[in-house]
Nanobody, 114 residues
Framework: QVQFVESGGGLVQAGGSLRLTCAAS????????MAWYRQAPRKQRELVAS???????NYADSVKGRFTISRDNAKNTAYLQMNSLKPEDTAVYYC????????WGQGTQVTVSS
């Protein structure tokens, strides 16, 4: 079945960096757009970044210039490089196909201390 497994989160000081990894299975990865979402406590899940099958990227205004989404089709993997992290980036980060309502993974916790 379709599965997304997120990893790479952790605790980092403000201004630091993390790279998140999303391992996908059960889909033909190369023909799917991919996205990273995050959900902070008591907040709705929000779209952070997306990357099309052709490599076109889009970012939420709040992370533009700091985060970079990428993909490695040979590894069925998407990445989110997060630089200049801020406390407001603290959230559980998930990957999925954009707009999908199914197959959410457990996410990976990112905590940015001030």
């Amino acid at each position: 079945q379709v599965q997304f497994v997120e990893s790479g989160g952790g605790l980092v000081q403000a201004g630091g960096s993390l790279r998140l990894t999303c391992a996908a299975s059960g889909i033909t990865f190369s023909i799917n757009d991919m996205a990273w979402y995050r959900q902070a406590p008591r907040k709705q899940r929000e779209l952070v970044a997306s990357i099309s099958r052709g490599g076109t990227t889009n970012y939420a205004d709040s992370v533009k210039g700091r985060f970079t989404i990428s993909r490695d089709n040979a590894k069925n993997t998407a990445y989110l490089q997060m630089n200049s992290l801020k406390p407001e980036d603290t959230a559980v980060y998930y990957c999925n196909r954009p707009g999908s309502i199914w197959f959410w993974g457990q996410g990976t916790q990112v905590t940015v201390s001030s």
